[in-house]
């Protein structure tokens, strides 16, 4: 798993360094500064982007996560410890790890095999802020009577929700990459959603999905 990390602390950079190099199936790509590691994202095409943010996190961060993980679908897993953070709107970013800064080296390393699995890690106390009421973020108002997907479309969302990766979708379904695009547009559309994570969530809500 190639790992890119970030972090504003020079020495929080080394100690996720010396790590991450402690797990056989990780290796270390890019070590920077924040704005760096966003910046190199795409040139380095990391597996997974671990990242130890600093409150307050504002929304250009957030945007720069979204962008990220539509480009490439990586993990993103995130340290922090700012009790007013929205893990709704991180994991609507993209993100799948939200755990603390105190968090153990164990801990991390879990969460981030955990995500390149395709799956989501919470710390319990940030559970809250995701089973309140979603933040609008200028999303219509979903109404499932209305807004049915199609069944080739909640095949897609589901498998979405599993991890799988455009090329992958278009693999399993013996369809065009260009189609499974297409798809997933359609999705966002009838959803509201902006993220392929905020897809799932509400199609999990909807009961269209169980993962």
Request: zero cysteines.
């Amino acid at each position: 798993m190639r790992v890119l990390i970030g972090a504003s602390s020079e020495v929080v950079r080394a100690g996720l360094e010396s790590l991450v190099a402690t797990a056989p199936t990780f290796q270390v790509v890019g070590s920077f500064p924040i704005a760096t590691a966003l910046a190199q994202f795409e040139n380095l095409q990391p597996d997974v982007m671990l990242l130890d943010l600093e409150s307050p996190v504002d929304e250009a961060t957030l945007q720069a996560l979204e962008s990220a993980y539509m480009v490439r679908n990586s993990a993103i897993v995130i340290l922090i410890d700012d009790p007013e953070f929205s893990v709704a709107n991180a994991l609507y970013a993209g993100v799948r790890a939200v755990i603390p800064r105190a968090a153990t080296a164990e801990e991390i390393v879990a969460a981030i095999q955990a995500s390149v699995a395709g799956l989501v890690v919470l710390h319990p106390d940030a559970l809250h802020s995701v089973l309140s009421p979603m933040p609008s973020r200028d999303r219509p108002e979903f109404h499932p009577a209305d807004q049915i997907l199609s069944p080739r479309e909640i095949e897609v969302l589901r498998m979405i929700a599993e991890g799988l990766s455009n090329k992958e979708i278009a693999s399993k379904l013996g369809i065009s990459e260009h189609t499974v695009k297409f798809h997933i547009s359609a999705i966002f559309m009838k959803l509201g959603a902006s993220s392929r994570t905020e897809a799932v969530i509400i199609g999990i809500r909807a009961g269209m999905i169980m993962v």
